[in-house]
């Protein structure tokens, strides 16, 4: 049988701790631990989550993977039926219902955490675009400052003091713009690989993930690094009007539009640097 010596031209490394700066494709012996290890970087993954209590699209998320808030969408495709104000949040196993929007309203754009969030923008249920702007403070949501213009169909990512904001459907069907907010004013940066509408979108101002989207049933996934967007893995179903939230390394996307009008899938997001220890199992 071949050995690793064979196959790496050296012997397996005996370390007292794992290296401080591992390269891919590393394997060493932790005599402290007493096993074998290697090192590897993950590009991303998904895997199925809990679903939501009701299934919905054109809706948004905030928060992290762990503690993760829903809100807004529409019951079903059909987009002459009314939006909704439908708030979830999400423990890491489990969707609980929460108070409504003050305005219902789907298409529309959302950041922050689960405690403190803001959702702009959307599509009311009189079928207008609007500019409207709403706060969340972990149990009711409050009217403030509206956008300059009406837009909708976007994705956001960051808090409601440092976000970004990419895609949207106003005035063309997809479109690749991205523009960071720094609290005060909005500045225009590099665009999306992919113009497109009505994703998932979620992360920091400068660490972002963008998932899925129209038109069509997109499942391409972005990541943003605070300069430039980078195409990565796949979801696992391809949709669109679906929502997300977490980092661009550790995050959820959820729901939407698919084969079932009113999917409540859920895919985690896993990407980044990891150690694997080796068994004899």
Excluded: H
Aim: proline content about 4%; some cysteine; charged content about 15%.
């Amino acid at each position: 049988m071949t050995t690793y010596k064979e196959i790496r031209g050296t012997n397996i490394e005996v370390l007292a701790s794992d290296p401080d700066n591992p390269v891919t494709g590393q394997v060493w012996y932790n005599s402290t631990d007493n096993v074998v290890k290697g090192f590897y970087v993950n590009t991303g993954s998904w895997a199925t989550g809990n679903a939501m209590n009701i299934g919905r699209r054109s809706f948004t998320g905030a928060g992290t993977q762990t503690a993760a808030l829903t809100f807004g969408g529409g019951p079903a495709p059909n987009p002459g039926q009314a939006s909704v104000g439908n708030t979830e949040s999400y423990n890491g196993t489990n969707w609980t219902q929460l108070n409504d929007m003050s305005t219902a309203r789907r298409y529309l754009g959302g950041a922050g955490t689960q405690t403190a969030a803001i959702g702009v923008g959307g599509f009311d249920s009189s079928n207008e675009s609007v500019d409207l702007v709403e706060l969340w403070n972990g149990t009711n949501w409050t009217e403030t400052t509206d956008l300059a213009n009406d837009k909708r169909g976007m994705a956001m990512a960051g808090t409601s003091t440092a976000c970004i904001s990419f895609g949207c459907t106003d005035p063309s069907p997809r479109r690749a713009e991205t523009e960071s907010w720094n609290g005060s004013n909005w500045t225009e940066v590099n665009d999306l690989t992919n113009g497109r509408k009505s994703f998932a979108g979620f992360g920091t101002q400068t660490a972002a993930l963008a998932a899925g989207g129209g038109p069509g049933l997109q499942s391409v996934t972005e990541s943003w690094n605070g300069s430039n967007w980078t195409e990565l893995g796949a979801l696992n179903v391809g949709r669109s009007y679906l929502a997300g939230t977490g980092t661009n390394t550790s995050g959820l996307a959820f729901g939407g539009f698919g084969d079932n009008p009113r999917p409540s899938a859920t895919e985690e997001w896993t990407a980044g640097p990891l150690t694997v220890t080796f068994t004899d199992s």
